[in-house]
């Protein structure tokens, strides 16, 4: 009976042993010495490839500790968790992300996730301030002076992959290329130097209960690009950054991968300098089969917003259940306060220009300095648009000055100019239909504001139920 118990004892103490450890490297137990200071990059790299070797797992970064790192590539079959308290934190030096050019590298990595409580740190500052360094004086501020917005093989623009980086440049904090069956989840990632996260090419994608908070004084860190992916659900997230929140877009250096299409953006909060959700830079392609409900937005320089000026196509896109409130902020960030924006017009008078139709805008509540913009260009008009049950109320401007549009990227048209504003300005459309909707800016009451509604060009034009109230006119 004594051995008997012993050996019960025995066994159940291995097999609690085996369970705790089951796949789960800890990167203290490899070497990682979290104190901020070391950098902790090839243990780390090093846990992730053993637990991916051994078929997959988790690789473990417990709380309390920051661990300083350069470029990690993550490996398939790996959840990399970030236990609550543990951060994660980019090195100061640009070169530390070479050549991948991103904090958090994977390609052709399949079943791979980032998961847990804990912090991605992306040291904004501390990488421009380097840059700053090797290149202005240490004057960030140096008239003429800005850092390259990317660094490394997969600029998304411009720079082929087999070509050098010509000076330093900021990298993005997690860039995943065509990899399959991708989870972010309960991640807090913040003070992106550039875009923090750009999927390219990827499929199966979930994204769900994120925070990403960037500076609003940082150009380019954007919050999520979709790039050339499909079956993509982001959801129940916050965003909180000076560029782009969310932005779906077909880049030129990634052609090879196809479409962005199936792409659902559900019950995220969103505050942006820019574009707080956007489909954009559709230079080959389509992005097609789109949805965006029951969003927040507030503080955005621009809400929901289509622009396209090249050879691509943007089609089948619905925002629903969205309450929006834009404000004016400086020229620097592209946007004059409007709640949606929809253009089309080429790049240069050379472009062959893609279509855009098929647009849907229903159950919108808009509070903006700016009233709705859908400028299409001729021979090539917006065509199928919807704008149902759409709320907006024109509201005082804040103290940057108001009474300008803004179609950045301009391609052909001036990108800033005075105009006085409309609440409703459009041009170029075929079956445009605006219906029991309610546009009031009667509120300013200045002279930044102009007529009700300013159309031209707008065949098949529509409007049932519709109130456009400009001070004391009803229309």
């Known amino acids: 009976m004594k051995y008997l118990l012993t050996l019960l004892i025995l066994l159940s103490t291995n097999l609690a042993h085996a369970d705790s450890n089951d796949g789960i490297l800890n990167v203290l137990d490899l070497g990682a010495k979290g104190d901020g200071k070391t950098l902790d990059t090839p243990f780390i ?90 290149e202005a004086g240490g004057d960030i501020n140096k008239p003429g002076w800005w850092p390259n917005s990317f660094i490394g093989d997969y600029w998304p623009f411009d720079k082929k992959p087999d070509e050098p980086d010509k000076t330093g440049g900021r990298p993005m904090m997690l860039i995943l290329l065509a990899c399959d069956k991708v989870r972010l989840q309960n991640i807090t990632l913040r003070a992106a130097p550039s875009w923090t996260v750009h999927l390219v090419g990827c499929q199966d994608v979930a994204i769900s209960d994120i925070s990403i908070r960037n500076s609003w004084e940082v150009a380019n860190n954007d919050g999520i690009d979709v790039d050339h992916c499909r079956n993509v659900r ?55 089969d ?18 396209l000026r090249d050879a691509g196509n943007i089609e089948n896109v619905i925002f629903s259940n969205i ?63 919807t704008l149902d049950n759409v709320k907006l109320d024109l509201i005082p401007a804040n103290p940057t000055k108001g009474g300008f549009e803004d179609f950045r990227p301009q391609g052909v048209f001036k990108g800033v100019f005075q105009s006085k504003l409309p609440g409703l ?16 800016w009667s509120a300013p009451g200045n002279d930044s504001y102009g007529p009700a509604m300013d159309r031209d060009n707008s065949e098949g034009f529509e409007m049932q139920n519709v109130f456009l109230i400009a001070r004391t006119t009803r229309f």
């Open 45 to 134: 790299q090093k846990a992730i490839n053993a637990c991916s070797a051994n078929g997959g797992g988790q690789v473990l970064l417990p709380p309390g500790k920051t661990f300083l790192t350069g470029s990690l590539t993550l490996r398939s079959n790996v959840d990399l968790h970030l236990a609550t308290g543990s951060i994660l934190k980019g090195s100061p030096n640009w070169r530390d992300y070479l050549p991948a050019g991103s904090f958090l590298f994977a390609k052709d990595a399949a079943n791979i996730s980032i998961t847990g409580n804990g912090t991605i740190d992306g040291n904004d500052t501390a990488i421009w301030q380097k840059l700053a360094d090797e």
């Open 234 to 288: 982001i959801a129940n997230s916050l965003i909180d950054c000076a560029d782009d929140c969310i932005v779906l877009k077909n880049t030129p250096n990634f052609e090879s991968y196809g479409d962005c299409q199936q792409i659902t953006v559900t019950g995220c909060t969103l505050h942006s300098r820019s574009a707080a959700l956007k489909v954009d830079e559709i230079y080959t392609g389509t992005a097609r």
């Open 290 to 307: 789109i949805v965006f409900d029951a969003c927040t937005i507030s503080h955005s320089n621009r809400g929901l917003a289509i622009q």
């Open 323 to 385: 309450v929006v409130e834009t404000e004016f902020q400086p020229h620097k960030w592209w946007g004059a306060g409007e709640p949606i924006q929809v253009t089309n017009f080429p790049r240069t008078l050379e472009t062959k220009l893609g279509h855009v139709k098929n647009i849907r805008f229903t159950n919108i509540i808009a509070r903006g300095q700016n009233g709705l913009i859908i400028q299409g260009w001729p021979g090539n008009p917006i065509d199928d648009i």
């Open 425 to 440: 300005y459009i041009r170029e459309t075929r079956n445009l239909a605006i219906r029991n909707s309610r546009i009031d």
